[in-house]
């Protein structure tokens, strides 16, 4: 067994708590964000020990939730956001418990550094990645379209009419992979080079 027990079990319960609480805040469709289908793939990832499922994941949250991480961080230490997504964190108008859970953000990141570092790395998890993209995004492009979940309709949730939605759409499905997932995918191929995969 490479990975503990313990931390399988806490993140099974976590999910428990998680998912009822943001169903009944946010809706269906939120649980269409990566960001909250990676919290499900983790769980599955951390009880097979998957060195795919956690590569799939890292290809596509890694970047976006260092991001936050670091847009979090900037405004609990300095007040400002440095590029932003993180407002809601800060808004009293948002329940505090909704806030608290939402810190998953900030542990995934490490997790699935950590998680790979003692599983290895997949390099088909990317792939997958795309795949699944290629999937939900349509799905949350038509299915309770005024939440444009994912930026499915235009980026920071405003919905874009500089281009047809179509096209749009055809651009984001072809972008997100080419510069998003493969560019990380390089980037956890080069540096688990360095990491040789150890037995718990």
Known sequence: MRLPVWLKIAWTVWLLVWAPVYWRQYGAQNFLFFCDLGNVLIGI????????IFSWVASGL????????VDFAGAL??????????????????????RLLSLFHVVTPPLLLWAISR???DRR??????????????????????????WARG????????VPGWAYLLVYLTVVPMFVYFPTHLFLNW?????????W
Not at 45 to 52: A, C, D, K, M, V
């Open 119 to 121: 599983l290895g790395y």
């Open 155 to 162: 980026l920071f949730f405003h919905e874009q009419h500089v």
């Open 62 to 69: 890694l970047l976006f939730q260092t991001i936050f991480t």
């Open 191 to 199: 540096a688990t080079r360095k990491w040789t995969p150890r037995s």
């Open 125 to 150: 998890g990317w792939k997958l990645q795309t795949v699944m993209a290629w999937i939900v995004v349509p799905i949350n492009y038509f299915w309770r379209p005024e939440q444009d979940v994912n």
């Open 45 to 52: 990832g951390l009880w097979l020990e998957s060195p795919l």
């Open 77 to 98: 230490l300095t007040g400002r956001h440095v590029v932003g997504g993180t407002e809601y964190m800060f808004d009293p108008g948002v329940p505090l418990t909704i």
